[in-house]
């Protein structure tokens, strides 16, 4: 379709979504469907056909809107042309009739009210997730009803491939996949490679435990993320893109596959984009659940078939990739940004965030904290505000001990950090990183043995087996682990534990093993007395640590 | 590219200025000019792997190391081949490599001519620090010349790379993760049952330690000879 046609499509889109006096959002991500959120939906579909109500309301399925413990969430728009909104949290289907009656009273129902005029909505900025929540992920009509494709028909109809690099590069945007490589710099590369052929990767093997920010937006606003695919595409100059899904994400996997085909159907992929001569076409390909298939070395030999292990770099994917051509690998998070980049330009997008590190990031924040869920803040967000605004407390009385980001390649940050902005360089200098954006509150009930026991041996199952350091090491560096946590370690078995950690670091092949010490590395430099306190002492000959005051 | 075209480079290995064809790696060209660098996933004639890290050097204005056998050398840089620091990272894998295994070298058919023995005595390993693992792992004696002991793999790769790349056959691939990674023969079926094996014996030849050994061996006695591999590449060379 030429972009007259798809801008019709928008206009008319619009203005039947006008038409409806009432609408009613209920969310079909993975979070609120586990909690029964399709029933909900059902119950109020069939409420509205048996009052009559199908021209005046709309009830229509949306993405995640982040509060996903408080499911199923349901937003009701009283009066769509008016701004007023009221959330419900932990909707069943028996609300249903309730609701419906309280659209034209206009009266909330109090008990299940969710209250937005709260830290964790106010203090968040939306632009990865900015249709999370409003869009309809299984219709395409409704992504471009929303703005969407907007930046697409921009960037094919108004700009030469290397402008939209430009603003990539402008807007400072960096890769949200772990590294924080800047995803501008990284396109020009591709760009200029020279090859007969180029790839487009989206990497959403996500496989951090606790991650799921790439599955919220696959799941939420696919047609987002085949979007910013098509724009690098026809930035570097791709014919074929790969999108590398973790099959343990049936509800990506079925949306996206919906979403190509839709996208096709109206040349939004396919041949003959927006109606000019670019081609472009995309493939799922699922990933089996290995953590190291996320590497892009190994997810590219896991695409052409072989076994996901990962090879020495360089030569780096944007100079020979997938089957050797020159491959653009970007994460889901990263690539979700580029609609915006392009539609605000790269300096709207540049003014959100820090200096080094522009923007926003997608947050999954869990553990000991009073509100856990997806959220997305600004670059420079402090550390006490995610934790106490947003995420309002500790629950139940408990005191802060540390924040682990990162997952098995990040670090614990302890209470001295708390007024630390939460950017890529101040992480770095805390002794962790941004990672993929897993942010796990603790608590003084914690133990941080036991949670550089938990990575390691993380580390330790999902070790891919080609290098010596990382497939011995991590064995080695758990079994320490594990002597220590048992209370039966020495100082001497500490040591060698420190020394398995920097020979692991500096020897392995990839990044899991030059990233698996971390964990233990940043709660030994912070919490070093949690595990001397567990060692056996030098002159004791039973195996029990002896308490101190004992000892006096 | 073709060697009529290949560009010289010039860097510097352990301080002595020496040149090397662009596409060699820095092992090529430490070898050619007399330094040493110890390796064991590499084997003349096999494709690259940089699995073991043992040739891992120093690079001025870098703080990674890199594996000499897949870095390629570039113009103008500074390579440092040993250190203090290099020295004990090399020890210590091989001290991994021990604890790994069950490797009994007083009872092993490739004892006195093994790879892995004879590279501990090059990093000077005294003793073993980190306890061993002493797994599980089997033997399979079901093929009528060959065996495979897994308990003394060490990972290496090279059988399944002779297999596919010199003899074509493909007999041999990996399977599981981390320490529970082991080479297999076909669709992890008894080496005695498989369909693709030729019984060409260059896995035997190329494995470092006596991991692979032919039936006929008894402690000590199994020699490896590996003058089939370069003569075949450079044959396979000439005919391209
Ligand atoms: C062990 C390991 C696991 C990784 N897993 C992921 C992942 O699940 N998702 C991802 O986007 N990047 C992952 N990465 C980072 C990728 O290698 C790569 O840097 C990234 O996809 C590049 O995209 P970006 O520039 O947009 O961040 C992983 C890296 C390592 C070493
Ligand atoms: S059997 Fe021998 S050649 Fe094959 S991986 Fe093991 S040690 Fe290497
Ligand atoms: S010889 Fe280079 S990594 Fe093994």
Request: proline content about 5%; overall charge negative; hydrophobic content about 35%.
């Amino acid at each position: 379709m030429n972009p007259e046609e798809l801008r019709k499509i928008a206009i008319t889109q619009k203005e039947s979504n006008a038409q409806y006096k009432h609408q009613i959002c209920v969310c079909t991500a993975a979070g609120c469907v586990s909690s029964g959120a399709d029933k909900v939906k059902d119950a109020l579909n069939a409420g509205v056909k048996k009052l009559g109500l199908e021209s005046t309301v709309q009830v229509k399925g949306v993405g995640c809107m982040g509060p996903c413990s408080a499911g199923p969430l349901v937003r009701v728009k009283v009066r769509v042309e008016s701004e007023g909104e009221i959330l419900y949290k932990e909707v069943t289907p028996e609300n249903a009739t309730e609701i419906l009656a309280s659209l034209d009273t206009g009266k909330k129902i109090d008990k299940l009210e969710y209250n937005t005029d709260v830290p964790f909505f106010t203090r968040q900025k939306k632009v990865v997730l900015e249709n999370a929540g409003y869009v309809d992920p299984d219709s395409f009509v409704d992504y471009i009803g929303h703005d969407g494709y907007e930046a697409m028909i921009k960037a094919y109809t108004e700009m030469a491939p290397q402008d939209v690099i430009e603003e990539v590069i402008k807007s400072g945007l960096r890769g949200r996949g772990g590294g924080g490589y800047p995803t501008g710099l990284k396109w020009s590369t591709v760009a200029k490679a020279r090859g007969t052929r180029k790839f487009v990767i989206c990497n959403a093997d996500e496989g951090d435990p606790g991650a799921f920010m790439d599955r919220a937006v696959a799941e939420s606003d696919p047609y987002r993320l085949l979007e910013g695919m098509a724009i690098a595409a026809y930035a570097i100059g791709a014919d074929t893109g790969y999108i590398y899904l973790r099959a343990e994400y049936p509800l990506a996997v079925k949306r996206l596959r919906a979403a190509i085909r839709q996208a096709e159907r109206h040349q939004t992929l396919g041949n003959g984009i927006c109606g000019t001569t670019f081609n472009f076409r995309v493939e799922i390909r699922l990933g089996a659940g290995a953590f190291v298939c996320g590497e892009e070395t190994a997810l590219i030999a896991s695409i052409e078939g072989n076994r996901g292990q990962p090879r020495p770099r360089p030569p780096y994917p944007a100079a020979s990739g997938l089957w050797g051509f020159p491959t653009l690998i970007n994460n889901v998070e990263t690539l979700a940004n580029i609609p915006y980049i392009v539609r605000e330009g790269g300096d709207a997008y540049g003014s959100i965030g820090t200096e080094k590190s522009k923007g926003t990031k997608v947050f999954a924040l869990a553990g000991k904290v009073e509100n856990t869920g997806l959220i997305e803040v600004p670059m420079g967000t402090l550390l006490k505000e995610i934790i106490f605004d947003i995420g309002g407390g500790i629950p139940d009385g408990g005191k802060f001990k540390a924040v682990q980001t990162g997952g098995p390649s990040g670090g614990c940050i302890p209470d001295q950090f708390l007024d630390m902005p939460v950017d890529y360089e101040s992480l770095a200098k805390a002794g962790s990183i941004m990672g993929s954006g897993g942010m796990i509150v603790m608590d003084d009930t914690s133990s941080m043995v036991d949670i550089a026991k938990f990575f390691m041996e993380f580390c330790m199952t999902e070790s891919c087996g080609k290098c010596v350091p990382c497939r011995v090491g991590t064995v080695q560096m758990h079994n320490l682990l594990e002597k220590i946590a048992n209370n039966e370690a020495t100082e001497d078995d500490l040591a060698l534990l420190q020394e398995l950690c920097d020979m692991v670091k500096n020897t392995s092949l990839c990044g899991l093993g030059q990233t698996a010490p971390n964990p233990v590395v940043s709660t030994l430099r912070y919490f070093r007395d949690e595990y001397e306190s567990r060692l056996v002492r030098k002159g004791d000959n039973g195996s029990k640590p002896q308490p101190e005051e004992v000892k006096a | 590219m073709s060697p009529m075209t290949a560009q010289v480079v010039t860097l510097k290995i352990d301080g002595q200025d020496v040149s090397a064809h662009e596409n060699d790696s820095i092992l090529t060209a430490a070898r050619e000019h007399g330094v040493f660098i110890p390796t064991l996933c590499n084997l003349d004639g096999l494709t690259t792997l940089g699995a073991c890290r043992l040739c891992l050097v120093e690079m001025a204005g870098s703080p990674k190391l890199l594996p000499a056998c897949t870095t390629k050398v570039s113009e103008g840089m500074e390579v440092v081949t040993s250190s203090e620091r290099i020295a004990k990272y090399r020890r210590m894998v091989i001290e991994l490599l021990f604890a790994e295994g069950n490797h009994i070298c007083a009872v092993c058919v490739s004892n006195g001519h093994c790879e892995l023995q004879s590279m501990a005595q090059t990093v000077g390993m005294t003793h073993v620090s980190v306890p061993y693992l002493y797994p599980k792992r089997t033997v399979d004696a079901s093929h009528e010349r060959f065996t495979v002991d897994h308990n003394r793999c060490i990972l290496c790769m090279r059988c399944v790379r002779v297999c596919d790349e010199i003899e074509g056959a493909h007999t041999w691939d990996v399977m599981g993760r981390g320490t529970a990674a082991k080479v297999i023969t076909d669709m992890n079926q008894p080496w005695g049952t498989s369909d693709t094996c030729t019984s060409c014996g260059k896995c035997v030849h190329v494995c470092p330690t006596g991991s692979l050994f032919e039936k006929t061996a008894s402690v000590s006695e199994m020699l490896k000879r590996r003058h089939f591999l370069p003569y075949l590449t450079m044959m396979r060379e000439e005919v391209e």
